[in-house]
Every structure is written in C-alpha cells, then in structure tokens.
C-alpha cells in the first residue's frame, strides 16, 4: 500500500470482535498498534492504528449487543476513528446458527446502530444462502425471514444488503453430517441461484434498497433479466471514501478469492482463528469446527 493511502481495518473476518473481544480491541488500541499472525504462513506482523493511519475501522458480527452495551463505537468516535459496520442478520435457524442472539435483539441492534452512527454507516449482510437436507430427506433453507429483516433494515435508513451463497467447503459438508443434526448442505444449480437473487432483489428494490452479491461471479454472469444485480463488497473503500472522504486505495484485496468475484478492497484484518475463536458455532462456517445441539424445524423460506 501506498504510504500516502489511509489503512482500512478489518475487525474481522476469522471472528467475532464485537461480540467477544471488545476489551483485547480497545487495549490493542491504546497501545497504537496490533500484532497480526498471518494464518498460513504465521508470520507476525506489526498492524499500526493510530487515527491519522486508520481511515476507518471496519467491524463485523453477528451480534452487536456487547459492543452497544460497552459504548465502544462513541469511544472509539472520541478518538478519531469512522467506524463502518457489517451487520450480519440472517433468518433466525438454530439448526445453522445456534449460538446468535435471536432475531428481535438483533433486530433492535440494527436499530441501536443506525440511531448512534448513522444508516450510511451500516451495511446489512444476509450472508449466506444456505440449502439442507435433514435425515427424513425434507430440504430447507434460511430465506424464511429474509423480507421481515429487509422491512426493518428499510424502515430505519439502511439501503445496502450483501449476500452471497453458502461454499460447500469439504470441512463444512464433514461438519455438518457428523453433527447431532446430521443434516447434507445442499448447493443449488445455476438456475436456481439466479431465481433467487431475482426475486431477493425485486422485493429490495420495493424498499429502495440495493442487492449487493460477493463472491458468485458465475451466477452474475448469467442473469440476463436486464434488471442489474451489482457485484458488491464487504470492504468497499470507494464507499468509505464517499462517506468519510479522505484517501483509499481501490486495489482488490489479493488475500481474498478474487476468482470467484469477491470485490473487497485492501484493508488489515487484525483478528485470529486461533486466538479469538468465534462462539457463535455457527455450523456452515469455514473457520470454526462449531455445531449446534437439538435439531429444529425453522421452515423453508418463500420470497
């Protein structure tokens, strides 16, 4: 990165930052600066985070209640930092999630942000997409509460929705086939996926909201309804620039799976698998071995 370009901090994509480790964030703050192991090679890195150095802390999670509770964002505010918010809110599934709080609190988080920092400041992510199939062969999926959540999230200013499909990772499908639910994730065809962003889509643009779509390159090439689905981003700099002004880079972020259409650009994620294990358990997630307890019948969603 250019040493006249802003840092972007990313809090985080490899867990939960707001929901668990608040207080490890706010002291690494005080001390200007975070030590990052790469989780590949693990060599570790000095990630400084003074405010002139940082743009804008970008955080992310599932559930957003600690983080309200602590004041951390008006503290973080007092020190200089624009904070940038990926809410993750998805329908609310004790078979895929079952450590999230449910989806009223989570409803009245979204509304506690957009009051304290703006709805510009908030991007809504339904994210992913999940198909399974439980041990009786009936197939569901999580779209169930996905015009509810898109109701309110308009209601309260929110204009910006990004989603994206489950990957059916080896690890996640052994994951969830081993667990007490023993259901198969199931990875819809082409067709179906475009029918689906379709239809997410038409009823977003009722509530004058956009349809933003990571990492699904192939689907987005295909849809050819003449009505624009947009290639969008979790780490979106020309919009934080817009937002906040300043100066970004607009390189792709290299780390992330630019193959597959993610559109995120350079920023530092400062968070650890290892070190800051997630406790949501959430069971199609890539990073963590997590697995929910009593399977429950949460329905097949209808746009």
């Known amino acids: 990165m250019e040493a006249d370009f802003q840092t972007v901090l990313s809090a985080s994509r490899r867990t939960d930052i707001p929901a668990f480790y608040m207080p490890w964030f706010m002291d690494q703050i005080e001390n200007g600066a975070f030590e990052v192991s790469n989780p590949y090679t693990h060599k570790t890195t000095t990630v400084l985070a003074e405010p002139g150095r940082v743009h804008t802390i970008v955080f992310w999670s599932k559930d957003f209640g600690p983080f309200l509770n602590g004041q951390y964002g008006m503290a973080l505010q007092k020190k200089g930092f624009h904070l940038f918010f990926n809410f993750t809110v998805n329908s609310e599934n004790s078979v895929l999630e079952p450590s999230v709080p449910p989806l009223s609190l989570r409803l009245n988080q979204l509304t506690q942000l957009c009051e304290r920092f703006g709805p510009q400041a908030i991007q809504w992510r339904f994210d992913p997409i999940c198909h399974y199939q439980d041990p009786n062969g009936i197939i569901f999926n999580n779209l169930k509460d996905f015009i509810l959540i898109g109701e309110i999230a308009a209601s309260v200013g929110i204009k910006r929705c990004v989603t994206s499909f489950m990957d059916p990772y080896r690890k ?15 990875d819809p065809d082409l067709g179906e996926k475009i029918e689906i962003l379709q239809r997410m889509r038409d009823r977003l643009s009722q509530m004058d909201m956009e349809l933003l779509v990571c990492c699904e390159k192939d689907v987005l090439s295909a849809i050819s309804d003449g009505k624009a689905v947009s290639a969008g981003s979790c780490i979106p700099n020309n919009y934080l620039m817009n937002i906040y002004g300043g100066r970004l880079s607009l390189q792709k972020d290299r780390g992330q799976r630019l193959s597959s259409g993610c559109g995120c650009m350079v920023s530092r994620d400062i968070g650890s698998y290892e070190l800051h294990p997630c406790g949501h358990r959430c069971l199609y997630c890539y990073a963590n071995p997590g697995t929910g307890t009593g399977l429950s019948n949460d329905g097949i969603g209808r746009l």
Not at 176 to 185: C, G, M, N, R, V
């Open 172 to 186: 996640v499908l052994r994951r969830a086939e081993s667990s007490d639910h023993k259901i198969t994730f199931i």
